[in-house]
């Protein structure tokens, strides 16, 4: 009976797929053959579908946030908590310049070629990283699940409105302790340099800082943990420093983290 109407479904995608794709040009401006728009191709609809019939979610709210390579999305549990799902984009060609993230991380070490295959793999890396994290106790977003280019995990925020980052947020001197904590925490407890740790990417919640944004993440075994590693200290004391406080020397700290 569910194959009867899963096949209806799919036969139901696919005619608006083509009668859309008929037209020169889609209703938003995209490309012919390409997109519905800029998230949803014909594969992440079907994803989002099967997330719906594996009870991961019940239904999506909407567009929380779009950025250049990626969308996030409000959606529902059936528990009814609120889920946020981040939809990498498969139709961008940003994700070249990530390659330097993945080469070198013995995690990763067949990487099959395309666009596409590079996108599945960001996502699924990102997901591996805030799950590590998770596991060792560290304080960042509960992931819920991957599939393709769809990563789930729980909502950050009321209504579907995100928790406020460091940047938007009034910090004191314990932010800053905890920035450098979460920073050595990745690095002993869970093996990992964020890459890309900064201001944006720390929600802070009335329980403390919490962390996201895991897809740069690289394994210590990385050539070039130590320079990321570098790059995130100085990056978190500089906005510190913006604020007006006195933070220790970004080289004391990392070699206090690396010994
Ligand atoms: N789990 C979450 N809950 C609520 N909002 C989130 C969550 N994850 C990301 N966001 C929101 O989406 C924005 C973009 O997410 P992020 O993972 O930083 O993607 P990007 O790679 O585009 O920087 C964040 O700045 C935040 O406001
Ligand atoms: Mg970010």
Not at 24 to 31: A, E
Not at 96 to 123: C, E, Q
Request: hydrophobic content about 35%.
């Amino acid at each position: 009976m569910s194959d009867i109407i899963d096949r209806k479904i799919e036969s139901k995608i696919n005619s608006e797929l083509s009668k859309k794709q008929r037209k020169k040009t889609l209703d938003d401006g995209f490309k012919k053959n390409k997109v519905i728009n800029e998230v949803l191709d014909k594969t992440t609809v079907l994803i989002l579908y099967d997330l719906i019939k594996s009870k991961i979610i019940s239904y999506v709210n909407g567009v929380v946030k779009s950025g250049k390579e990626s969308v996030l999305f409000w959606a529902v549990s059936p528990e009814e908590s609120n889920l946020a799902l981040k939809v990498y984009l498969t139709s961008t060609s940003n994700f070249k310049n990530r390659s330097k993230y993945l080469i070198g991380d013995p995690r990763f070490s067949r990487i099959k070629k395309g666009t596409k295959n590079l996108v599945y793999l960001w996502a699924k890396k990102e997901f591996q990283n805030i799950s590590k994290c998770y596991d060792c106790g560290i304080n960042v977003v509960k992931p819920i699940h991957i599939s393709k280019n769809v990563l789930v995990m729980e909502f950050v925020g009321d209504n579907g409105k995100p928790e406020k980052n460091l940047l938007e947020s009034d910090i004191s001197e314990n932010d800053y302790k905890q920035s450098l904590q979460l920073v050595d925490d990745l690095y002993h407890k869970a093996n990992l340099v964020h890459g890309d740790f900064s201001e944006y990417n720390i929600f802070k919640t009335p329980d403390g800082l919490k962390l996201f944004d895991l897809g740069s993440a690289v394994d210590l075994e990385h050539p070039k943990a130590n320079e990321f590693l570098k790059r995130d200290i100085n990056n978190i004391s500089n906005f510190f420093v913006k604020r007006g406080l006195t933070v220790e020397n970004p080289i004391d700290v990392f070699q206090r983290i690396v010994k």
